[in-house]
């Protein structure tokens, strides 16, 4: 609890810079988030397009983020040295971070598989949306959340028009956050906003019985389900990740705090209070592993945020885009 | 959209605030509460009014509110148990609304800033 006040005024003033400056929350210039998508050859065009806004591809770069951020915590008591930090966050955070990231290659495999397991899904269904790579932008959650909603204004703008001139008409987003800003906050700081978005999981939940038709080996038999708050509270989105897990062929299982009683990961506050984040989340994967090993999330941060207890509590965390990768390419 | 000038936002969050009946039912079901290990101040309720008072001036801005408001989840679950009471606020919004009278002056590196 010691120096919040400064630890919290100095992740709200680097977001901030990282977003102005490069467009990124985590301020990077050299993309990161398009390498999943390389050997897929998508579409760089078209009038729906896939929008991942960077949220899977930046989980090995939020872990080792968080890290800095807590072993640099006793130090900003030392008068002077948090704008010192901001300026080396500037100068070489991007080379230390990308470095420090590698080491986390078993997230980053999963974040990818995701995303291809979506794409190849949504494909099964005869979805083919375009991809923008290297130019796909940042929703700007993060600073949403932190309760700079002055500071967003110019980012989404520059993200509408952007979309806008490439004459975007239908968005396919695969995380709930980011459907949560284009759907519902992005509509008020914008007049006229006419992008229709939708989440692949209402997408794929429309047309289960295609889905039948892969053949999903390898795939638990059954698997507890976790909700996400915001797809279930503030997307009502609930039934639709269950029909198309039973349409794979797997067996459900619901927790004690389930659909729009869903209890939190903890991830939300992981950025600046990794202590609390990890109570929390020590008590939502418990009450999940007591119920069944396999469990199933359909969100980013839920994903990062549950996996880190796979080895302690011999539990596998499986993102539903990893489910569909794996099902759609089973032989 | 208009962003909500701060005193507007004040007088909508004091507002907001004294339509809190009390009942604590949002207490239990918070996840930082139970993390807490039953620490009133860190369930909806006890942000509420925390806020509310730091808002009246009742209580100066200092490291544990800075704690207590940003460590909100925004997981909305004392929302449904609010609203399954009857009463609905819009909890998750008021904190955030409070953050936001918070962040502008955190962001510019007033720490010192009353809210």
């Known amino acids: 609890m010691k120096r919040s006040k400064i630890l919290i005024s100095q992740a709200l003033l680097t977001l901030k810079e990282n977003v102005e400056r490069t467009g990124d929350p985590l301020g990077f210039r050299r993309p990161y988030w398009n390498k999943w998508a390389e050997e897929l050859n998508l579409p760089r065009e078209g009038k729906t397009i896939l929008l991942t806004a960077r949220m899977y591809q930046m989980l090995p770069y939020v872990i080792q983020t968080t890290g800095l951020v807590a072993s640099a915590k006793p130090l900003l008591a030392i008068k002077g040295l948090p704008k010192t930090l901001a300026m080396a966050n500037r100068l070489v955070g991007e080379t230390v971070i990308r470095l420090k990231a590698r080491g986390e290659e078993a997230i980053r495999q999963k974040g990818e598989n995701a995303l291809k397991g979506i794409v190849a899904a949504l494909s099964a269904v005869g979805e083919r949306p375009a991809y923008l790579y290297e130019a796909e932008p940042y929703s700007g959650v993060l600073l949403y959340d932190l309760g700079l909603e002055k500071d967003i204004a110019p980012h989404i703008h520059k993200v509408y028009a952007s979309l806008k001139s490439w004459d975007i008409e239908q968005i396919i987003t695969v ?157 | 959209m208009d962003v909500i000038e701060t005193d507007t936002a004040k007088d909508i969050l004091l507002e907001k605030t004294a339509k809190c009946r009390g009942c604590r039912f949002c207490v239990d079901v918070c996840p930082t509460y139970q993390a807490s290990d039953g620490v009133e101040s860190f369930s909806a309720y006890g942000r509420m009014q925390i806020l509310r008072r730091l808002l009246l001036g009742i209580l100066g801005f200092d490291d544990s509110f800075t704690y207590v408001l940003y460590s909100c989840v925004q997981c909305k679950r004392c929302e449904v148990i609010c609203k399954s009471k009857g009463q609905a606020l819009d909890i998750c919004q008021i904190i955030q609304l409070g953050r936001s009278l918070l962040s502008r002056n955190l962001v510019i590196g007033n720490s010192n800033e009353k809210i």
Not at chain 1, 210 to 229: A, N, T
Not at chain 1, 254 to 263: Q, Y
Not at chain 1, 295 to 306: F, K, S, W
């Open chain 1, 175 to 331: 995380d709930p956050h980011t459907t949560f800003m284009m759907r519902k906050i992005y509509p008020k700081y914008i007049e006229n906003y006419n992008i229709q978005v939708r989440h692949y999981l209402e997408i794929l939940s429309e047309k289960t019985g295609i889905l039948r038709d892969v053949s999903p080996q390898g795939l638990p038999e059954e698997i507890v389900i976790h909700d996400s708050c915001v797809m279930t509270r503030d997307l009502g989105i609930i039934e639709q990740a269950r029909n198309v897990a039973s349409s794979l062929g797997i067996y459900l299982l619901e927790p004690k705090n389930t659909k729009l009683n869903t209890a939190c990961c903890g991830g939300p506050v992981e950025y600046a209070f990794p202590d609390l984040s990890r109570q929390i989340s020590s008590i939502r994967i418990r009450e999940l592993a007591s119920v069944c090993k396999n469990i199933i999330v359909t969100c980013p941060i839920c994903l990062t945020n549950l996996t880190r207890y796979e080895q302690e509590l011999g539990v596998r965390v499986w993102d539903m885009g990893e489910l569909l990768f794996f099902a759609c390419n089973s032989p």
